[in-house]
């Protein structure tokens, strides 16, 4: 009895090895090719094919890697465990990645009817094989991406192509497989059953630029034109997805950004008095000391030398004049950004390796500086240094209307160049804090992915946000003559946006680069 049932074993496993064996004896093989070569290439078909059919099962590690390297670097395969491929055939490493991924034990299949079809010379001067084949694979995938068992198989006529080096025979590769499913029937999974589905996972190296455009203007608003340029040193996004649909290509999504940012606003357009009606008013005093009389002024102008206390260091400068002021004044806020971002992303493009995903988000951003005095002002003055004496011809500028200062020229007046002087900003206003905010926002966006392996790869995206709400809070100025008028080192409690507006809009594009996981349960 035990030598019958050992015969039974010995024979079907014969069998098994014989449907799997390539036959060779009615090829069609080139005349070009030497009978000695022939036998030796047709010797090495046989042996790869043999090492398809065991390895392929990818039932160890040593078995996938063996599969691995029986295969051209750019060899498509043909995707024969999935029930309705959405593509007919797909990379080689693609398809080891993702059944190795979804068959955790290894594919179960049969391999039948293995034939060489023919051996011939290409035209690029190399062996090239047609090999054919029957495939019954048990293990598949059905149309929600889920793993299942067919007892009857997914059955498909399959031709493999082969390449030879014909200066070493032993140089042997898989270079194609293509095919065709034969028609079955799976069963419906149940309505209440889990679905399938794909989470996107994604680390990004981030940088952008773009503007901060303000409205609503407050009265008495010396600066003319106002808007910041903005631009984000590198920062870091991270997103998660989650498919919504069978096909894998609708997402929800969620991203989150961390970015350091700052903010340039140029304030060379600066005059401290809205209208020159008036020339005695065409100056204006910044001092340590200022008198009561001028406090109480608001700093508008010199009218005597009174104005200063005795032992006070005052400087006059001219009001804004066709283009005068400020030379070069920037006004620049660093901040350190966090956004919060949901909405969806639909796959407009999803090839085999590369894919194009277009998204629309919604959320808030908030900003805070990153650390205290995160407003810096840079810049320059022209005008005249006063010299704590009566002797000074003060009045002689007012009778000019401050023209020696405006134009560099004395008439009248050739004390004056002794005192003209050329300040930075900064000696006048101090580094300011800028208050933190909320605002809200729209983006849209594209994404490009470009698979490595069947769950990862790259990803590069461009994508633009709009704030729909302030981008700064409105905050009105503590203090109390104004931006640049009144004492000297005036520290500021809240930059220019802030205080002379009460709108600003955030307009940005950003650029993204990084890598992408994909995640299927």
Same mark, same amino acid.
């Given at each position: 009895?035990?030598?019958?049932?050992?015969?039974?074993?010995?024979?079907?496993?014969?069998?098994?090895?014989?449907?799997?064996?390539?036959?060779?004896?009615?090829?069609?093989?080139?005349?070009?090719?030497?009978?000695?070569?022939?036998?030796?290439?047709?010797?090495?078909?046989?042996?790869?094919?043999?090492?398809?059919?065991?390895?392929?099962?990818?039932?160890?590690?040593?078995?996938?890697?063996?599969?691995?390297?029986?295969?051209?670097?750019?060899?498509?395969?043909?995707?024969?465990?999935?029930?309705?491929?959405?593509?007919?055939?797909?990379?080689?490493?693609?398809?080891?990645?993702?059944?190795?991924?979804?068959?955790?034990?290894?594919?179960?299949?049969?391999?039948?009817?293995?034939?060489?079809?023919?051996?011939?010379?290409?035209?690029?001067?190399?062996?090239?094989?047609?090999?054919?084949?029957?495939?019954?694979?048990?293990?598949?995938?059905?149309?929600?991406?889920?793993?299942?068992?067919?007892?009857?198989?997914?059955?498909?006529?399959?031709?493999?192509?082969?390449?030879?080096?014909?200066?070493?025979?032993?140089?042997?590769?898989?270079?194609?497989?293509?095919?065709?499913?034969?028609?079955?029937?799976?069963?419906?999974?149940?309505?209440?059953?889990?679905?399938?589905?794909?989470?996107? /996972?994604?680390?990004? =190296?981030?940088? +952008?630029? @773009?503007?901060?455009?303000?409205?609503? %203007? #407050?009265?008495?608003?010396? !600066? *003319?034109?106002?808007?910041?340029?903005?631009?984000?040193?590198?920062?870091?996004?991270?997103?998660?997805?989650?498919?919504?649909?069978?096909?894998?290509?609708?997402?929800?999504?969620?991203?989150?950004?961390?970015?350091?940012?700052?903010?340039?606003?140029?304030?060379?357009?600066?005059?401290?008095?809205?209208?020159?009606?008036?020339?005695?008013?065409?100056?204006?005093?910044?001092?340590?000391?200022?008198?009561?009389?001028?406090?109480?002024?608001?700093?508008?102008?010199?009218?005597?030398?009174?104005?200063?206390?005795?032992?006070?260091?005052?400087? /006059?400068?001219?009001? =804004?004049?066709? +283009?005068? @002021?400020?030379?070069?004044?920037?006004? %620049? #806020?660093?901040?350190?950004? !966090? *956004?919060?971002?949901?909405?969806?992303?639909?796959?407009?493009?999803?090839?085999?390796?590369?894919?194009?995903?277009?998204?629309?988000?919604?959320?808030?951003?908030?900003?805070?500086?990153?650390?205290?005095?995160?407003?810096?002002?840079?810049?320059?003055?022209?005008?005249?240094?006063?010299?704590?004496?009566?002797?000074?011809?003060?009045?002689?500028?007012?009778?000019?209307?401050?023209?020696?200062?405006?134009?560099?020229?004395?008439?009248?007046?050739?004390?004056?160049?002794?005192?003209?002087?050329?300040?930075?900003?900064?000696?006048?206003?101090?580094?300011?804090?800028?208050?933190?905010?909320?605002?809200?926002?729209?983006?849209?966006?594209?994404?490009?992915?470009?698979?490595?392996?069947?769950?990862?790869?790259?990803?590069?995206?461009?994508?633009?946000?709009?704030?729909?709400?302030?981008?700064?809070?409105?905050?009105?100025?503590?203090?109390?003559?104004?931006?640049?008028?009144?004492?000297?080192?005036?520290?500021?409690?809240?930059?220019?946006?802030?205080?002379?507006?009460?709108?600003?809009?955030?307009?940005?594009?950003?650029?993204?680069?990084?890598?992408?996981?994909?995640?299927?349960?």
């Amino acid at each position: 009895m035990r030598k019958y049932i050992l015969f039974i074993t010995l024979l079907a496993f014969q069998t098994v090895l014989f449907s799997q064996e390539l036959e060779t004896g009615l090829a069609t093989i080139d005349d070009q090719i030497e009978k000695e070569t022939q036998v030796e290439i047709l010797k090495q078909l046989k042996t790869l094919f043999a090492s398809y059919a065991a390895t392929g099962k990818m039932e160890s590690i040593d078995a996938i890697d063996k599969f691995y390297y029986l295969f051209d670097a750019e060899a498509m395969v043909f995707n024969d465990f999935i029930t309705k491929p959405y593509e007919t055939t797909r990379p080689f490493s693609d398809y080891i990645d993702h059944a190795s991924i979804k068959f955790k034990e290894g594919m179960q299949y049969e391999l039948s009817n293995a034939k060489l079809i023919r051996l011939n010379v290409n035209q690029d001067f190399n062996y090239e094989a047609l090999i054919s084949f029957s495939k019954r694979v048990h293990t598949v995938l059905n149309e929600e991406g889920e793993n299942i068992y067919l007892e009857s198989g997914l059955n498909s006529e399959q031709r493999m192509t082969v390449l030879i080096d014909p200066y070493n025979t032993s140089r042997i590769l898989i270079t194609d497989i293509e095919g065709i499913s034969e028609d079955i029937k799976v069963a419906k999974v149940k309505e209440d059953k889990f679905r399938a589905v794909e989470h996107m /996972i994604t680390t990004c =190296l981030t940088g +952008g630029f @773009g503007s901060v455009n303000v409205s609503n %203007e #407050i009265e008495g608003n010396p !600066f *003319q034109e106002l808007s910041g340029s903005y631009q984000t040193l590198p920062g870091i996004q991270l997103s998660y997805g989650r498919s919504l649909d069978r096909s894998k290509r609708l997402f929800a999504k969620l991203g989150l950004d961390f970015s350091f940012a700052s903010v340039s606003t140029n304030i060379s357009s600066f005059s401290h008095m809205p209208s020159l009606s008036d020339p005695l008013k065409d100056g204006f005093i910044i001092s340590d000391k200022v008198s009561s009389a001028q406090s109480g002024g608001g700093g508008t102008g010199v009218q005597t030398g009174d104005d200063l206390e005795e032992d006070a260091v005052g400087y /006059i400068i001219p009001s =804004l004049r066709n +283009g005068e @002021g400020i030379n070069g004044g920037i006004e %620049e #806020i660093s901040l350190f950004n !966090f *956004q919060a971002m949901l909405g969806i992303g639909y796959k407009v493009i999803d090839g085999d390796r590369g894919g194009l995903m277009a998204n629309v988000m919604f959320g808030p951003q908030y900003i805070f500086g990153r650390n205290q005095n995160n407003i810096r002002y840079t810049g320059s003055f022209e005008g005249v240094k006063l010299p704590t004496n009566s002797l000074f011809p003060i009045e002689d500028l007012q009778a000019l209307e401050f023209e020696p200062i405006r134009d560099g020229t004395t008439p009248g007046s050739p004390v004056l160049e002794d005192y003209r002087f050329d300040g930075d900003l900064s000696d006048f206003v101090e580094d300011g804090d800028s208050d933190d905010n909320l605002s809200w926002g729209l983006g849209v966006g594209l994404d490009y992915i470009y698979k490595i392996g069947y769950s990862f790869g790259v990803k590069a995206g461009v994508d633009y946000y709009q704030s729909i709400s302030p981008y700064f809070a409105h905050t009105e100025s503590s203090t109390s003559t104004g931006f640049l008028q009144g004492n000297s080192n005036t520290n500021r409690t809240q930059s220019v946006l802030e205080e002379y507006y009460e709108g600003s809009r955030l307009s940005r594009t950003q650029f993204s680069l990084g890598l992408f996981f994909l995640i299927e349960p």
